[in-house]
C-alpha cells in the first residue's frame, strides 16, 4: 500500500497495554522503577503518535483489519488525521499528568501506574476504533480504569463523587448497548464506514429504528462529554480525584466530544440519506446552554479545583459550539482542543500545588499568609487563567478568535454567549486569584471565635513543602505546550484545517474501510 | 413469541430504571443489573428471532450469529461492572457511614 510500517495504527493501542501488564508482572519493583516504566512507556507512546501522525498527515488514511477480517465482517483500527491529532494531544497530556504523579499521588494507593496505563490503552482504541461495537468496549476499559484513578486515594469525598460518576457511567454503557442494539437491527451492521453506507439507503420502515438508536448514541456521548443535562457528574468526580488524575481526565470529555464529531461527519453525515444532519436540531443549543452553565458554576465555585472542573465543562460547550458550524468551525474546534485540555490540566495540578502551600485554607478562596515562593506561583496563575479564558495573547484568544470567525454568519446568539462566557470566566478567575494571592494575612490576625478549621496548627513562617522536581517540572511542561501551541499557531491551524476538510469529506473514510466493494 | 420477548424486555427496563432511581445504593446495583438484562435480551432480539436453527452461514436458513457474540461481550462487561459496583457501594457504606447515594441521609 505504501512505505508505513504495517502495524503502526494499532501500536499506539498495543503501548500502553503491554507497559500495563509489564508493571503489573512487576508490581514488587521499587516505586522508583515502575515510575521509569511508566514515564518511558508514555514517551514511546509519544514517539509513536508522531510517527502516526506524519504519516496520516498527507490525507492517506490507515486502516488495520483485525485477524485480517475483510471490513464490514471483521473489526478494523482507522487511523486519519483526526485520529493521530488526538492521539498526539492524549499522549503529551499524559507524560506530564505521569511526571506529577511521580510526585507521590502514586504512592496513596495500588497499582496507579498500572490503571494510568490502561486509561490511555482505552483512550487509544476510542479514538482508532472503526466499529461501533469496538467503540463501546473502548469506553468500558477506559471507565473501568477511570473507576480505578478516580478513587485512587480513597477518603469520603472521593467515594461520594466516584459513585454518582460510576452509577451514571453504567447507566451510559447500557444505553449505549441499547443504541447500538437499535442501529444493528435496523442497518445490520457495526462498522462506522458501513454504517454511514447503509444509512443512505435504510427501508422506510426501519428509519425510526435507526434514528432512535442515533439520538440514543447522541445522548451516550453527550454524557461522557459532560453537555449540558448530562453534566452533573463531572465537578464532584474531578474536584475531588488527585492532581494527576483529573489532569488526565481533562482529556475524557474530549473522548465525547471527538465520538459526537465523528458520528456528526460520518455516521450521520451529509452523504447519509434520511439520516443527515440527525444531531443537527440539538449540538448548538446544548453546546451553548452548556457553555452558560459551565461559566455560571465556575463563578459559584468555593475552590480553585472545582472551579477548573466547572471550566471543563465550559470548554466542552465551546468545543462542540465550534463543531456546530461548518468546516472552518470544525477546524477551530480542533485547535481549541488541545489548548482547552492543557489550560484545564495546567489549573487541575496548580490547585493541588497550592493546596500543598495552604495548610489551612487548601485551595479554597479564602485568605490564608501568603505562601511561600508567591511570586513563582502567582505568575502561573495568571498565566493559568489566561489562557484558560482565552486572553490574548496565549493559543486560547487565537482558538476563540477563529471560532468567532468561523461563527460570523450562523445566528448571532453565538457570538454573544461566546464573548459574555469569556467576560464571566475573566471575572472568575480573577476572584480566585485575588482570593488565593492577595487576601493574605498574618495568624495574630484571626477573628475571634474563629472556625476551629481556620486555626493555624503551624504559626511562623511557612517552609516550601517537601516537593520533588516533577511538581515543577509537570506544571512547567504544561505551560510550554501552551507557549508551543501559540507560536505555532500557523503550522497548527493549518493541520487543523485539513483534519476538518477530510471529515467533510466522509466517501474518502468509507472507501478506506470498505474499498470498492459495492454489495 | 416476539409480543412475550418485547414484554419481557419492558418489565426489566421499567422495573431497573424504577430502582436506579432509588436513593439508597442497594436497590441502585439492583436496577442496573435489571438494566443489563434487559438490555442483554434486546440485543439478542436485534438478530430477530429465530427457533431451531443453526447459528452457522451455508445451507437454508440460519439464525445471526453476530448478536449472539455481541450478547457475550455485554454479559462479560457488565458483570464485571456489577461486581466493581458492588465493591464500591460497600467501600462508601464503610467511608460515610450509611449507604445514601449522596452519602448524606442517616
Same mark, same amino acid.
Given at each position: 500500500?505504501?512505505?508505513?510500517?504495517?502495524?503502526?495504527?494499532?501500536?499506539?493501542?498495543?503501548?500502553?497495554?503491554?507497559?500495563?501488564?509489564?508493571?503489573?508482572?512487576?508490581?514488587?519493583?521499587?516505586?522508583?522503577?515502575?515510575?521509569?516504566?511508566?514515564?518511558?512507556?508514555?514517551?514511546?507512546?509519544?514517539?509513536?503518535?508522531?510517527?502516526?501522525?506524519?504519516?496520516?498527515?498527507?490525507?492517506?488514511?490507515?486502516?488495520?483489519?483485525?485477524?485480517?477480517?475483510?471490513?464490514?465482517?471483521?473489526?478494523?483500527?482507522?487511523?486519519?488525521?483526526?485520529?493521530?491529532?488526538?492521539?498526539?494531544?492524549?499522549?503529551?497530556?499524559?507524560?506530564?499528568?505521569?511526571?506529577?504523579?511521580?510526585?507521590?499521588?502514586?504512592?496513596?494507593?495500588?497499582?496507579?501506574?498500572?490503571?494510568?496505563?490502561?486509561?490511555?490503552?482505552?483512550?487509544?482504541?476510542?479514538?482508532?476504533?472503526?466499529?461501533?461495537?469496538?467503540?463501546?468496549?473502548?469506553?468500558?476499559?477506559?471507565?473501568?480504569?477511570?473507576?480505578?484513578?478516580?478513587?485512587?486515594?480513597?477518603?469520603?469525598?472521593?467515594?461520594?463523587?466516584?459513585?454518582?460518576?460510576?452509577?451514571?457511567?453504567?447507566?451510559?454503557?447500557?444505553?449505549?448497548?441499547?443504541?447500538?442494539?437499535?442501529?444493528?437491527?435496523?442497518?445490520?451492521?457495526?462498522?462506522?464506514?458501513?454504517?454511514?453506507?447503509?444509512?443512505?439507503?435504510?427501508?422506510?420502515?426501519?428509519?425510526?429504528?435507526?434514528?432512535?438508536?442515533?439520538?440514543?448514541?447522541?445522548?451516550?456521548?453527550?454524557?461522557?462529554?459532560?453537555?449540558?443535562?448530562?453534566?452533573?457528574?463531572?465537578?464532584?468526580?474531578?474536584?475531588?480525584?488527585?492532581?494527576?488524575?483529573?489532569?488526565?481526565?481533562?482529556?475524557?470529555?474530549?473522548?465525547?466530544?471527538?465520538?459526537?464529531?465523528?458520528?456528526?461527519?460520518?455516521?450521520?453525515?451529509?452523504?447519509?440519506?434520511?439520516?443527515?444532519?440527525?444531531?443537527?436540531?440539538?449540538?448548538?443549543?446544548?453546546?451553548?446552554?452548556?457553555?452558560?452553565?459551565?461559566?455560571?458554576?465556575?463563578?459559584?465555585?468555593?475552590?480553585?479545583?472545582?472551579?477548573?472542573?466547572?471550566?471543563?465543562?465550559?470548554?466542552?460547550?465551546?468545543?462542540?459550539?465550534?463543531?456546530?458550524?461548518?468546516?472552518?468551525?470544525?477546524?477551530?474546534?480542533?485547535?481549541?482542543?488541545?489548548?482547552?485540555?492543557?489550560?484545564?490540566?495546567?489549573?487541575?495540578?496548580?490547585?493541588?500545588?497550592?493546596?500543598?502551600?495552604?495548610?489551612?485554607?487548601?485551595?479554597?478562596?479564602?485568605?490564608?499568609?501568603?505562601?511561600?515562593?508567591?511570586?513563582?506561583?502567582?505568575?502561573?496563575?495568571?498565566?493559568?487563567?489566561?489562557?484558560?479564558?482565552?486572553?490574548?495573547?496565549?493559543?486560547?484568544?487565537?482558538?476563540?478568535?477563529?471560532?468567532?470567525?468561523?461563527?460570523?454568519?450562523?445566528?448571532?446568539?453565538?457570538?454573544?454567549?461566546?464573548?459574555?462566557?469569556?467576560?464571566?470566566?475573566?471575572?472568575?478567575?480573577?476572584?480566585?486569584?485575588?482570593?488565593?494571592?492577595?487576601?493574605?494575612?498574618?495568624?495574630?490576625?484571626?477573628?475571634?471565635?474563629?472556625?476551629?478549621?481556620?486555626?493555624?496548627?503551624?504559626?511562623?513562617?511557612?517552609?516550601?513543602?517537601?516537593?520533588?522536581?516533577?511538581?515543577?517540572?509537570?506544571?512547567?511542561?504544561?505551560?510550554?505546550?501552551?507557549?508551543?501551541?501559540?507560536?505555532?499557531?500557523?503550522?497548527?491551524?493549518?493541520?487543523?484545517?485539513?483534519?476538518?476538510?477530510?471529515?467533510?469529506?466522509?466517501?474518502?473514510?468509507?472507501?478506506?474501510?470498505?474499498?470498492?466493494?459495492?454489495? | 413469541?416476539?409480543?412475550?420477548?418485547?414484554?419481557?424486555?419492558?418489565?426489566?427496563?421499567?422495573?431497573?430504571?424504577?430502582?436506579?432511581?432509588?436513593?439508597?445504593?442497594?436497590?441502585?446495583?439492583?436496577?442496573?443489573?435489571?438494566?443489563?438484562? +434487559?438490555?442483554?435480551?434486546? #440485543?439478542?432480539?436485534?438478530? !430477530?428471532?429465530?427457533? $431451531?436453527?443453526?447459528? %452457522?452461514? *451455508?445451507?437454508? =436458513?440460519?439464525?445471526?450469529?453476530?448478536?449472539?457474540?455481541?450478547?457475550?461481550?455485554?454479559?462479560?462487561?457488565?458483570?464485571?461492572?456489577? +461486581?466493581?459496583?458492588?465493591? #464500591?457501594?460497600?467501600?462508601? !457504606?464503610?467511608?460515610? $457511614?450509611?449507604?445514601? %447515594?449522596? *452519602?448524606?441521609? =442517616?
Amino acid at each position: 500500500m505504501s512505505d508505513h510500517p504495517a502495524h503502526l495504527v494499532i501500536l499506539p493501542v498495543l503501548a500502553p497495554f503491554v507497559a500495563a501488564v509489564l508493571l503489573l508482572a512487576l508490581r514488587d519493583l521499587p516505586m522508583a522503577a515502575r515510575r521509569w516504566i511508566a514515564t518511558l512507556s508514555v514517551l514511546v507512546q509519544i514517539a509513536i503518535a508522531v510517527a502516526l501522525l506524519m504519516t496520516v498527515a498527507g490525507g492517506e488514511i490507515l486502516v488495520y483489519r483485525l485477524g485480517d477480517w475483510p471490513a464490514p465482517w471483521g473489526i478494523v483500527l482507522v487511523a486519519d488525521r483526526l485520529a493521530a491529532w488526538l492521539m498526539l494531544t492524549t499522549t503529551l497530556l499524559a507524560l506530564f499528568a505521569v511526571i506529577y504523579a511521580g510526585d507521590g499521588t502514586d504512592r496513596q494507593g495500588r497499582h496507579f501506574h498500572v490503571l494510568f496505563q490502561m486509561q490511555l490503552f482505552g483512550i487509544a482504541m476510542a479514538f482508532l476504533t472503526g466499529d461501533l461495537f469496538n467503540l463501546f468496549v473502548a469506553f468500558e476499559i477506559l471507565l473501568i480504569a477511570s473507576y480505578g484513578l478516580l478513587l485512587h486515594g480513597g477518603g469520603p469525598a472521593r467515594v461520594r463523587g466516584g459513585l454518582h460518576y460510576v452509577i451514571l457511567n453504567l447507566i451510559g454503557s447500557t444505553l449505549f448497548l441499547f443504541a447500538a442494539g437499535l442501529i444493528y437491527a435496523s442497518l445490520g451492521t457495526l462498522n462506522m464506514a458501513d454504517i454511514a453506507r447503509q444509512a443512505a439507503t435504510v427501508a422506510p420502515e426501519n428509519l425510526g429504528l435507526a434514528r432512535a438508536g442515533g439520538l440514543l448514541l447522541f445522548a451516550v456521548f453527550a454524557l461522557k462529554a459532560a453537555l449540558l443535562p448530562l453534566f452533573l457528574w463531572l465537578p464532584g468526580a474531578y474536584a475531588n480525584t488527585t492532581a494527576p488524575v483529573a489532569a488526565l481526565f481533562a482529556i475524557m470529555t474530549k473522548v465525547g466530544a471527538y465520538a459526537l464529531l465523528r458520528a456528526d461527519t460520518l455516521l450521520f453525515g451529509p452523504d447519509s440519506g434520511a439520516l443527515a444532519g440527525l444531531y443537527e436540531a440539538w449540538r448548538l443549543p446544548l453546546a451553548l446552554a452548556t457553555l452558560a452553565a459551565g461559566m455560571i458554576g465556575a463563578l459559584a465555585a468555593p475552590n480553585l479545583a472545582r472551579m477548573a472542573a466547572w471550566l471543563v465543562i465550559a470548554s466542552v460547550g465551546l468545543l462542540l459550539t465550534a463543531f456546530s458550524a461548518d468546516t472552518a468551525g470544525i477546524a477551530a474546534g480542533l485547535y481549541y482542543l488541545p489548548h482547552s485540555t492543557f489550560a484545564a490540566a495546567l489549573l487541575f495540578l496548580l490547585a493541588e500545588a497550592f493546596k500543598r502551600r495552604r495548610p489551612v485554607s487548601a485551595d479554597f478562596f479564602r485568605s490564608e499568609r501568603d505562601m511561600p515562593r508567591h511570586a513563582l506561583w502567582g505568575g502561573l496563575f495568571f498565566f493559568a487563567a489566561v489562557a484558560a479564558t482565552g486572553l490574548p495573547p496565549l493559543s486560547g484568544f487565537l482558538a476563540k478568535f477563529m471560532i468567532l470567525r468561523a461563527a460570523s454568519d450562523a445566528p448571532a446568539i453565538i457570538w454573544v454567549a461566546i464573548l459574555l462566557a469569556a467576560l464571566v470566566g475573566t471575572v472568575a478567575l480573577a476572584r480566585a486569584g485575588s482570593a488565593l494571592f492577595f487576601s493574605t494575612r498574618t495568624v495574630e490576625s484571626l477573628p475571634p471565635g474563629a472556625p476551629a478549621l481556620l486555626v493555624d496548627q503551624h504559626p511562623g513562617e511557612a517552609a516550601d513543602p517537601p516537593t520533588g522536581p516533577r511538581e515543577l517540572t509537570a506544571i512547567l511542561g504544561l505551560v510550554g505546550l501552551i507557549l508551543a501551541l501559540t507560536l505555532a499557531a500557523g503550522p497548527a491551524a493549518n493541520f487543523a484545517d485539513t483534519i476538518a476538510l477530510q471529515l467533510s469529506a466522509p466517501e474518502l473514510y468509507i472507501h478506506a474501510v470498505l474499498g470498492g466493494s459495492e454489495e | 413469541m416476539e409480543a412475550l420477548i418485547a414484554l419481557s424486555i419492558g418489565v426489566l427496563t421499567g422495573c431497573g430504571v424504577y430502582l436506579a432511581l432509588r436513593a439508597r445504593t442497594f436497590p441502585v446495583v439492583l436496577g442496573l443489573t435489571l438494566l443489563s438484562y +434487559a438490555v442483554n435480551l434486546f #440485543l439478542f432480539a436485534t438478530g !430477530r428471532l429465530a427457533i $431451531g436453527q443453526p447459528p %452457522v452461514i *451455508g445451507g437454508g =436458513s440460519y439464525t445471526d450469529p453476530l448478536p449472539q457474540a455481541l450478547v457475550l461481550t455485554a454479559i462479560v462487561i457488565g458483570f464485571a461492572m456489577t +461486581a466493581f459496583v458492588i465493591m #464500591l457501594a460497600l467501600r462508601a !457504606r464503610a467511608e460515610l $457511614g450509611n449507604d445514601h %447515594v449522596d *452519602g448524606e441521609h =442517616s
